[in-house]
């Protein structure tokens, strides 16, 4: 796949609404030609790879890509692993890695230029980036002179670090093996050993109440492989007795123990307790998936007996996040169980030093921004509740249980209400209904009226639209007009609305907040603390927070980076320093570094709304407005704040009411 491909499906991904062909052109840089034709070889790579997601064409109105949360995240997991090894450089660096941890003794510089036939001084770059990998680990990159290089460190972050580099090895989708995968990792492990790992896992697998996932099943065969290697080598892996005996009375040690033995029937190597409770570790930090088949049983009563603290943890979680969000989320019994089996394994993982990497961190903080600063709220009291600390790679993976659980009640909310108003009979009316359910699904027929039961109808449906045979107004739902034979014309205006109502409104709640006396442009400051300063004291001084609220900023900022994507980072304080909502706009003369990324524009949000709804459409628009490339450059040239605020204006969905009420008796006017 081209790297084009991969930008290309990347915003695609990140996109919440359809873009034009002409925006995604200015955004890879490349002609509209190019996007079309780049689009045509998306749709083969996705009909090949990922049949549940398309790209779907609207004519005027752009391009957007459909399909499960679930799949969507996997294909964007899939493209952000690829993008660790996309270039013969990584590659090298990949195989002097391999080295490194594969050999017991020291190799030279000389040794290891001549086998990749480059300079000395090449070779020496990339030590340099390597050793910083290494220690990542907790690994040391020794040079003995006379002697060579040799790395150095514990044995568990030795076969951490070993299990990392098969990963990055294989194929990125990293969910089964195969020849072509095996054949790039069979210098570093022996295939045959570990298709027999991987067989008598699965046969374990077999007998969970909560299977292990796919990737899981790959993970422990590579552990379990790499611990066998290191066995052979004369490694062992160092745990404490007392940490021992605390295994040794956990089921999954039982499981870890008949599997040890059933491997040493085929492999000629004797696996010793100490092993057998490493096994114990990555079981019990594995990740599990629920299978559909325990839907007849008690399910709360099982994630009871498997880890009643997650359970718990995770009731009390989703209603807290219920109250910033939705709350039916309480009531989605996929949530409870998805999220119960993550959070067991991620406080086993966490209690035993087993750090997972996020691959899609980055990803999920600019697409799901408001479902992430929500769970980050909350991280604290879990984290006093559990007595260790949640790193921000496994607040993202809570995340994604809370944003698929969303969508689907999203998912069921989507249509449209309507009430039909017929003055005339009900044969009439009945028409009118069947052409338009036929017509738009998106329309949910909620009732049809008479004029003089109207009000009591609206009362009790709450309708989004009214479509009326006769003229009517009404000063909060939007009326369309039509003919009891409802005509093409007028089925083509319906379709006109519906799919402008359906689209939000670009930008409402930012151009509600935004005050041009604190709109700062071509601000000069070295970095982003001191950004947050800044825009703090100045709204300070206007009254809009008071003293404290800059270091409350700064204290959630040193917690997680609030850079979004686009150039833009968000940073926020706490609530009770806010004495009134506003979003102050700092443009910064030169770009600064914000924690490894580049930030043109601080949006400083402080905001005291109490109404769910508009707060996540703020972070909504803040979202699209990382990934509108054309408004960013608009604001990047503007000469005043009025200008700066002017670009956010856009007409409220409420004037489409008006505009499409213009259709009368025989068609449109």
């Known amino acids: 796949m081209l790297s084009r491909h991969k930008q290309l499906l990347k915003q695609l991904l990140a996109a919440h609404t359809h873009t034009s062909v002409a925006t995604l052109a200015s955004q890879l840089v490349c002609s509209e030609k190019t996007i079309r034709n780049d689009l045509k070889a998306l749709d083969e790579f996705l009909s090949e790879k990922y049949p549940n997601i398309v790209i779907e064409r609207k004519p005027s109105v752009g391009v957007i890509i459909r399909g499960k949360e679930t799949e969507k995240q996997k294909l964007l997991h899939d493209l952000a692993r690829l993008e660790e090894t996309n270039s013969s450089q990584d590659y090298r660096k990949l195989q002097l890695i391999k080295i490194l941890l594969t050999e017991d003794k020291p190799v030279t510089m000389q040794q290891l230029a001549e086998r990749f036939y480059i300079s000395k001084p090449a070779i020496q ?119 021992l005996q605390e295994l040794q009375t956990k089921p999954e040690y039982r499981l870890a123990e008949q599997l040890a033995k059933q491997i040493e029937q085929w492999i000629a190597v004797k696996i010793p307790d100490e092993e057998i409770g490493y096994i114990t570790l990555h079981l019990l930090g594995a990740r599990l998936r629920y299978d559909q088949t325990n839907e007849k049983k008690d399910i709360e009563q099982l994630l009871t007996k498997m880890d009643n603290e997650a359970l718990q943890i995770v009731k009390e979680l989703i209603h807290d996040i219920s109250l910033h969000t939705d709350e039916r989320l309480r009531e989605d019994k996929e949530l409870l169980i998805g999220l119960t089996i993550h959070i067991h394994s991620t406080l086993n993982r966490l209690r035993n030093g087993l750090a997972v990497k996020n691959p899609l961190l980055k990803d999920i903080k600019q697409m799901y921004r408001y479902p992430f600063e929500i769970v980050l709220s909350l991280i604290p009291k879990v984290e006093k509740k559990i007595n260790v600390p949640i790193p921000e790679d496994e607040v993202a993976y809570i995340v994604l249980h809370i944003q698929a659980a969303l969508e689907r009640i999203q998912h069921k909310n989507e249509k449209i209400r309507a009430v039909i108003v017929c003055a ?36 009790a449906t709450k309708p989004d639209v009214l479509i009326s045979t006769v003229p009517l107004e009404h000063r909060k739902i939007p009326v369309i007009t039509v003919s009891p034979l409802l005509p093409k014309q007028e089925l083509d205006m319906i379709e006109q609305w519906i799919e402008r109502v359906s689209r939000p409104s670009r930008y409402e709640m930012l151009r509600q907040l935004m005050n041009p006396s604190c709109i700062f442009l071509d601000i000069s400051v070295s970095n982003r603390f001191e950004a947050i300063d800044y825009i703090a004291n100045e709204l300070c001084k206007r009254g809009y927070v ?79 407005l990382s990934e509108d490339e054309q408004m960013l450059k608009q604001l990047s040239i503007c000469k005043t704040a009025d200008e700066f605020i002017n670009y956010f204006k856009s007409r409220k969905r409420g004037e489409i009411g008006n505009e499409i009420n213009r259709i009368n008796d025989y068609g449109i006017d």
């Open 125 to 243: 770059n990339d030590l340099e980036e390597i050793e910083q990998w290494l220690q990542s680990f907790g690994l040391v990159l020794i040079r003995k002179p006379h002697l060579g290089i040799k790395v150095e460190g514990t044995e568990q972050a030795w076969r951490t670090a070993l299990s990392r580099l098969v990963e990055l090895l294989v194929d990125h989708s990293y969910y089964i093996f195969d020849a072509k995968q095996l054949k790039l990792i069979e210098d570093v492990l022996k295939p045959y050993e570990l298709a027999l790992i991987e067989k008598e896992i699965r046969k374990m697998d077999e007998r969970l109440e909560f299977p292990l996932t796919d990737q899981s099943v790959i993970s422990l065969t590579v552990h379990i492989a790499i611990a066998i290697k290191r066995i052979k080598m004369g490694h062992r892996i160092d745990i404490h007795t007392n940490q």
């Open 424 to 459: 005339t009979g009900s044969g009439t009316s009945r028409l009118i209904e069947a052409k338009i359910s036929a017509a738009f699904p998106k329309l949910e027929i909620a009732a049809v009226a008479s004029i003089a039961k109207l009000n009591e109808i609206i009362a």
């Open 546 to 624: 008071k003293q404290l609220y800059g270091q409350s900023a700064k204290e959630r900022e040193a917690l997680s980076s609030t850079y979004i994507g686009g150039g833009i980072a968000i940073p926020h304080g706490q609530i009770q320093w806010i004495n009134q909502s506003v979003v102050a706009v700092a443009r910064l003369s030169s770009p600064i570094d914000w924690d490894g990324e580049q930030v043109k524009f601080v949006l400083m949000i402080a905001h005291r709304l109490n109404d769910n709804r508009q707060i996540k459409k703020l972070f909504q628009e803040i979202a699209l």
